[in-house]
C-alpha cells in the first residue's frame, strides 16, 4: 500500500524550530520530487518547499526562504522539513506529497501521492 506519512509537527514558541519528517512505504522515494505543501484555517494550500529526486535542486515559497531547509534520505526513504526562526504566520497542518517530475515544482496538480499532514502550531 502506498503511503506517506509525515510526522514531528507540534507546539512551539516563535523563534523555535521543528523538524518535519515524511516517510514513504509502498514505493521508493528516490524516484519522486517531494514537495511539502501546507494550509493554515481558512486559507488555500500553499507550495512551501520542494526538492528533486537526486537533491539536485530545491525550492522554498519566499517566506520561508533563509528559515527552512528541505533535504531527503533516500537509503530512509524519508524527506525533511528543518524549520527555524518559527514565526504565527508558519501555522498550518503541513502535508508532503510525492510527484514523478524531475524538476522542483510547486503545482499541487503535479503530485500523485499525498500524506495526512501534522499540525505545526507557533504560538507563545
Known amino acids: 500500500q502506498v503511503q506517506l506519512v509525515e510526522s514531528g509537527g507540534g507546539l512551539v514558541q516563535p523563534g523555535g524550530s521543528l523538524r518535519l519528517s515524511c516517510a514513504a512505504s509502498?514505493?521508493?522515494?528516490?524516484?519522486?520530487?517531494i514537495g511539502w505543501f501546507r494550509q493554515a484555517p481558512g486559507k488555500e494550500r500553499e507550495g512551501v518547499s520542494c526538492i528533486t529526486s537526486n537533491s539536485g535542486s530545491t525550492s522554498y515559497t519566499d517566506s520561508v526562504k533563509g528559515r527552512f531547509t528541505i533535504s531527503r534520505d533516500n537509503a530512509l526513504n524519508t524527506v525533511y522539513l528543518q524549520m527555524n526562526s518559527l514565526k504565527p504566520e508558519d501555522t498550518a497542518v503541513y502535508y508532503c506529497a510525492a510527484s514523478p517530475v524531475h524538476w522542483t515544482t510547486m503545482s499541487e496538480s503535479a503530485y500523485t501521492y499525498w500524506g495526512q499532514g501534522t499540525q505545526v502550531t507557533v504560538s507563545s
Open positions: 509502498g514505493f521508493t522515494l528516490g524516484y519522486y520530487a
